[in-house]
């Protein structure tokens, strides 16, 4: 006799395993069509190990820098609620929902004729040059470390931090104590999640950056520039490395801490 | 002896969401173990935040040993701080989360520390689980280790919410004596915060009533149960007959007539029945357990009733009060229901009214009683209690202490 309720559970069951294999097929396609000899010439290129190292430099800084902002809004935003939070979190969350050509061109304009000429006389450059590769990075996963952060904030009981205040902790010794090490997880989760989108990132800091090949050419440039090329042996290599190091950290991620990363 | 004054609260108000005190005036003194009762969302858990300066005063001043707290941060208070869910810390151990506040001054290391840490261990009967994550905790682990974070520092003040409500009888139980043990022998102060009238009961030596922020009654737990101040008061601490009558005058004094029967009740003590009017709408408010049930009635002496026999003085022949203090009032009634309860036995009686009798199960088995049967139903006319309608109240929250 079967069992009330197992129809749905077969539902879902095979729609979870068609998605599996959809993205699995995509995936062994990229992994299939490029050639092994590409992959492994690639690290003798020149430009692809230029392009290696400044896609690690600039999307750990830009993680590095969107967490030491994320962490303060995420608590901010995680433990109050004040008129108008909403268009606040509308504001915050923006660069998610906008196609990120569009945030480049605004950091373009804002970085460009609006802030440029200060900029010039501090001797800062940023439009088209490796620090606009961080900017536009930091820009567009900056969101997704606030509502990451602040999910694993809310998750913490706001009376845990009471409790600390009445065994002698000050406001940040109970964030600093019994927050943040209880967040851990979480923030460890975003910060993962967020280093990838930066690793990624292509339209934002094209518009900001420029696509200079050997000076802001991140991995994702570097598939775009031989992709227009022609080169696509040498795009399907990258495009594979980028696969399987996005794989592998997320996987070690998910082994250490054992527990789920979520958006 | 002067009884030595730990804390004072004037004119208390403040507000937190939906949450709000107002004006709530009392004191708490070292050898006190104040019980917080009402119904949820009456402030009670706002209250202890505000005692231990977790939220802001907005009107009212919070004395300590004579010293103005009002505005003091929670960490220089120091009042130990338990909730109803424990929340230890999960990435400590039991050890750790014990050392927390000591661990924050630096002193985790002191041999003072470490010798308080080995006393509540044992004192607590936590000493096996200290290297142990709270994930792996039982509900009364939990809530004890809390405690001992609490306790560890020796506060003067220990602020408990409902810190049993979640834990089995027998947990339960045993914590309350612990409770008693460290309100007793450590000479620490405590408010504590319970929806459970036995165990207010069990532990309190004052008790404060609150409703929608006010101070609704204070006075000892016996008082609170035994005299409630008004129709709320009696229901809220679930006075089991609350019969609706009103104050009559009657031989040059008062008495109680009910609404149903005309039956009347009294003569009524002069305290708490001289604040009535006569004929002013009110309740007769008796414990189920202070009604004695026989199947007999006693000698008869009082006023007749406007229905022919009915409830009236009698001189009752309780051994244990001189002669002239032993009154007793005593009525008819019919048997309706008879319900066990375990230790005792609830009879639901009419005569007119409907009024419930607990009977201690010892005494029960005498009486071999059957629904339908007449019995006779008495009590002390000291223990009448008249309280005012809903909506005819007197303020009963100024300068109450």
């Given amino acids: 006799m079967r069992r009330q309720g197992e129809p749905f559970s077969t539902i879902v069951t095979l729609i979870t395993a068609a998605l599996c294999t959809l993205l699995l097929a995509v995936f062994a396609g990229l992994l299939g069509y490029g050639e092994t000899e590409s992959i492994r010439d690639l690290f003798q290129e020149p430009e692809f190990r230029f392009a290696l190292r400044l896609s690690l430099q600039t999307s750990v800084a830009a993680t590095l820098l969107a967490t030491v902002v994320a962490i303060p809004c995420g608590y901010f935003l995680a433990r109050n609620h004040f008129p108008g939070k909403v268009v606040v979190d509308s504001l915050l969350e923006l660069p998610i929902v906008l196609p990120p050509l569009v945030s480049g061109v605004a950091l373009l304009i804002f970085f460009g004729p609006l802030l440029g000429p200060f900029l010039q006389e501090a001797g800062i450059a940023i439009v088209f040059t490796p620090l606009g590769v961080i900017v536009a ?58 280093w990838a989108r930066t690793l990624g990132e292509f339209g934002a800091t094209a518009m900001l950056a420029g696509v200079t090949r050997m000076k802001t050419e991140t991995l994702p440039m570097a598939i775009y520039l031989s992709m227009t090329n022609g080169d696509l042996s040498f795009a399907l290599a990258i495009a594979t490395v980028l696969l399987l190091v996005a794989l592998l950290v997320l996987t070690a991620f998910k082994v250490f801490m054992r527990t789920e990363v979520q958006l | 002896m002067k009884r030595e004054l730990l804390l004072d609260v004037q004119g208390l108000s403040l507000t937190a969401g939906a949450f709000s005190l107002q004006s709530l005036s009392f004191q708490v003194h ?41 505005a003091a941060p929670p960490e220089t208070r120091r009042f130990g701080f338990a909730y109803q869910d424990s929340l230890l810390y999960p990435h400590l151990t039991v050890r750790e989360n014990i050392l927390f506040g000591a661990a924050v001054q630096g002193r985790a290391k002191a041999p003072e520390i470490r010798r308080r840490l080995t006393e509540l261990a044992e004192v607590l009967a936590i000493g096996p689980i200290l290297n142990r994550h709270p994930e792996r905790l039982s509900g009364g682990e939990r809530q004890r280790v809390s405690l001992a974070r609490a306790l560890l520092l020796q506060p003067p003040l220990l602020l408990l919410d409902e810190p049993l409500s979640a834990l089995d009888p027998q947990t339960r139980a045993g914590l309350q004596q612990l409770l008693r043990h460290i309100h007793r022998d450590e000479g620490v102060a405590v408010i504590h915060v319970t929806h459970d009238f036995a165990e207010a009961m069990h532990l309190g030596t004052n008790m404060l009533l609150l409703n929608e922020g006010r101070l609704w009654q204070s006075g000892t737990p016996q008082e609170l149960f035994a005299r409630p101040n008004s129709e709320y008061a009696a229901r ?166």
Avoid at chain 1, 165 to 181: A, D, E, M
Avoid at chain 2, 32 to 61: Q, W
Avoid at chain 2, 312 to 336: D, I
Wanted: one cysteine or more; proline letters at 6%; glycine letters at 10%.
């Fill in chain 1, 137 to 194: 990075q930091w820009f567009v996963a900056l969101p997704l470390a606030i509502r990451s952060f602040r999910q694993a904030f809310a998750a913490v009981d706001p009376r845990m931090e009471k409790v600390a205040r009445t065994l002698g902790c000050t406001p940040f010794q109970s964030f600093w104590r019994v927050v943040l090490p209880i967040a851990r997880p979480g923030i460890l989760g975003g910060m993962t999640m967020t």
């Fill in chain 2, 30 to 70: 070292r050898d006190d173990y104040l019980v917080i009762v009402g119904p949820t969302g009456s402030g009670k858990t706002l209250l202890l935040e505000a005692l231990a300066g977790l939220v802001a005063v907005e009107a009212g001043r919070i004395f300590y040993q004579q010293q103005d707290i009002t």
């Fill in chain 2, 236 to 401: 809220f601490l679930r006075v089991e007959n609350i019969i609706p009558g009103s104050i009559r005058w009657q031989d040059d004094q008062r008495w109680f007539g009910t609404e149903r029967s005309t039956r009347l009740f009294g003569p009524l003590p002069e305290q708490g029945a001289s604040e009535w009017q006569v004929g002013a709408p009110s309740f007769l408010a008796i414990r189920a357990s202070y009604i004695r049930l026989t199947r007999e009635a006693q000698t008869e002496s009082g006023p007749e009733s406007e229905s022919g026999p009915g409830p009236r003085s009698v001189s009752a022949s309780v051994p244990a009060l001189a002669e002239g203090q032993a009154k007793e009032c005593g009525w008819p009634a019919t048997v309706t229901e008879i319900t066990f309860q375990g230790s005792y036995v609830e009879v639901t009686c009419h005569a007119g009214d409907c009024w419930l009798v607990h009977v201690p199960i010892a005494h029960w088995r005498s009486l071999h009683l059957q629904q339908g049967e007449t019995v006779w139903l008495a009590c002390q006319v000291s223990d009448l209690h008249v309280v005012p309608r809903a909506g005819q109240e007197t303020s009963m929250d100024d300068g109450l202490d």
